[in-house]
């Protein structure tokens, strides 16, 4: 007679955890997927390098109902389209499948074509709390060679923000002065409250002198900029995961629920414009995100 196995209860309670920690990791990418954190192909990519990653575990009809402005009927369609089994998982499609589906994502969802490196003039954006603040402090403090453009803005000082250093603090009159003027290369009203503004002197002194300058600024400013600006190289910044965006949020304790919650919906907006961006940048790490920032830099200044 055959020896029937018990599995130990210790073996049970490990597979139950991995089976949960699974679960919340196929539900996370599937948020990141929603808000744009991450590409659908690039999902795709890594299904494919490696079918037992959490990507190459996802059933197709997840990966499909994830994506952006598609439901249950749309995701049927495309099924048939293509001619993939609801079945499968992303890791386990054939190489026609595979071709067919990266073919279908090209054409809804086209992958950024940078344009050539033209300009020394870079502009730095992303949703609220990604982080473009530090990124841009990382740069000033070790690449002095960079020029940071100091934005003006109507808002009141944060703790250990510097008047002059992380923007010019000013009040509404002397932020209407300086429109009138023609001194802002661009402004805009951020969050439907303050508004926040890049001063064109220091910045058109600066380049001619032969320097690069970086300018952080938020997704209006940046559109602002690119039309006065066509040569200018677009930078975007994107956190890990969505989920990380919200605890940095959450984290940084400088707004109230209600400002938290507008910010979240303003972030959303703000991800889904990134294919206006001529390169995309995953702020996981400040100096590596730095790196990447100032690698760019080197590039438009040859």
Known sequence: MAETRVIPEVDRAAAARK???RRRARASLKRDLTMRVITPQAVLRRAIDDPDSVEGSMRITDFLLALPAIGAG???RVLED??????KRLGGLGARQRVVLEHWLDGRFPPLSPRGARSR???LAGPTAVGKGTVAAHIRENHPEIHLSVSATTRPPRPGEIDGVHYYF???????RLIEHGELLEYAVVHNRSRYGTPRPPIDAALAEGKTVLLEIDLQGARQVRAAEPAATLIFLLPPSWDEL???LVGR????AEERARRLRT?????????EFDHLIVNENVADAAAEVVELSSSSAR
């Open 121 to 123: 003039l870079l502009v």
């Open 246 to 248: 919200v605890q940095r």
């Open 253 to 256: 304790g400088t707004e109230g």
């Open 267 to 275: 972030a959303k907006v703000e991800l889904a414009a990134q294919n």
């Open 19 to 21: 089976a949960v920690e």
């Open 74 to 76: 749309k995701r049927d």
């Open 170 to 176: 000013v009040d509404d009159a002397e932020f209407d």
């Open 82 to 87: 293509l001619q993939i089994s609801p079945v």
